[in-house]
Every structure is written in C-alpha cells, then in structure tokens.
C-alpha cells in the first residue's frame, strides 16, 4: 500500500553501482529502510543532497509491511537547512546528533512525540541565533526523556548521579559508574534549563563522556560515537 510519511534520514549506504539504501526514522512508522535506485540520476527520486543525514523529507513509499526494504514513490525536501551544510560547528554537531538517532531509533511504529522533539531540535540546530556550544548535551540529556531513562531534577542538595541506578545520591556510589561532584553540578543546571556563562571545559567535556557512558548503559549495542572527537575539540 501507498503510505505518505515524514522522514528524517539517519543515514545511507551503496548498493550496486547506483542505488542507495536509505535508513529513514519516520513519524508513522518509526525507523524504515529503503531501496532507492539511480540516486546520481536526474530522474532519480532521491537526489544525493537528499539521502544526508538528518535531511527532512516528505515521503509516499510502497509498504508490504513485512520487514524488509520499502520502495520511495514520490519525495520532496520538507525543510532546507540555511546554516547546517554551510558552518562546519554545526554540521559536526549533525553528524554527531544523526550518529546517535541511528543508534537509538530502532523500533518500527510510531512514535509522534519523539519525531516532532527531533524536528524541532533540527529547527533550532539550524536556527541562525543558535546556542551551539551546550546543545550536544542538552540534545542528549532530553532525548533520555522519550528513551525512559531522563535523570529526574533532585529536590535537594546532591553531591554524585548514580548511572547504574539512574538517581541522585549523597555519596559515592560502591561503583566506578557515577558522575563526579562538578559534573553532577552541570548535570542538575543543564536538567533546570540553566545556561551557565562559564563552564570549565574539561568539566564539559568529562560530562558529554558520562552521558554517552549512561546511554551505554541503558541501551544494549550503544557502542563508540566516531564523531565524538570531533565533538571534543571543536567545543
């Protein structure tokens, strides 16, 4: 059947010498892969600007339903980035975002909250008053929310997060897995919507290890960001 979505590429891989298959996170069906053929083609359904990661597309796809590769009918570009292909900050923190979607975006139904959370983050990476130099963390910190696993804002003085148990505590947990003090302290500001005006970057950037460790934790198959060095030295 013909079934007309939105879609957000997560990312893309040859097949043969001119096809593509395209991971796609949509928001009436979740994750789907599709075969697209003569994506170098003019005739092509899919130019190659539009298999990028984290391109939003407006779709009709054929869809038996059974699991396997889908077929795109028609497509269009639902939104044109003005800033993410041009500034490099910001295409890194695309790369790094599309890395983390294709890692986490695995069930195929629905999910609207979660899909209008990732256009809506895509609108403000691009924005051109963008903050770009927390937006890594606070992209992790509430997706965690639409995964199950969002650390609750604690109602009193706390000293360490624990990430095996996804609390708050007072003392050091009888395990190598928890936040440290100053990183437990920007955790608690950026989970209070605060925008510190200075951060010590080590604390910053021993945080972001943290979070993707949590994210190790709760999701079986997390793995390694390759994007994640990139990250560090250009924030």
């Known amino acids: 059947m013909l079934v007309k979505h939105k879609a957000i590429v997560l990312h893309s891989i040859p097949y043969g010498e001119n096809s593509k298959v395209v991971k796609c996170f949509t928001d009436n069906l979740g994750l789907q892969s599709y075969l697209v053929n003569g994506v170098n083609n003019k005739k092509g359904v899919l130019k190659p600007s539009m298999v990028m990661p984290l391109t939003q597309l407006s779709i009709v796809a054929y869809h038996k339903g059974k699991g396997g590769l889908e077929r795109i009918k028609e497509a269009r570009l639902e939104s044109n980035y003005q800033n993410i292909p041009v500034d490099p900050m910001r295409n890194a923190l695309a790369i790094f975002v599309s890395e983390i979607l294709a890692k986490v975006c695995q069930e195929e139904h629905e999910n609207h909250p979660l899909y209008n959370f990732l256009e809506n983050q895509l609108h403000l990476l691009d924005a051109s008053d963008a903050q770009l130099g927390l937006f890594h963390l606070y992209f992790l910190i509430e997706l965690s929310s639409f995964l199950g ?87």
């Open 149 to 235: 696993f969002k650390p609750s804002v604690p109602l009193r003085k706390i000293l360490y997060f624990d990430m095996m148990e996804g609390t708050f505590e007072t003392s050091k947990p009888l395990h190598a897995h928890y936040l440290s003090e100053d990183e437990t302290v920007l955790l608690c500001k950026l989970l209070n919507k605060e925008r510190p005006s200075k951060i010590d970057k080590a604390v910053k950037m021993s945080l972001l290890d943290k979070l993707l460790e949590y994210y190790k934790i709760q999701i079986d198959g997390f793995g390694d960001i390759k994007s994640l060095e990139i990250i560090k030295m250009l924030f």
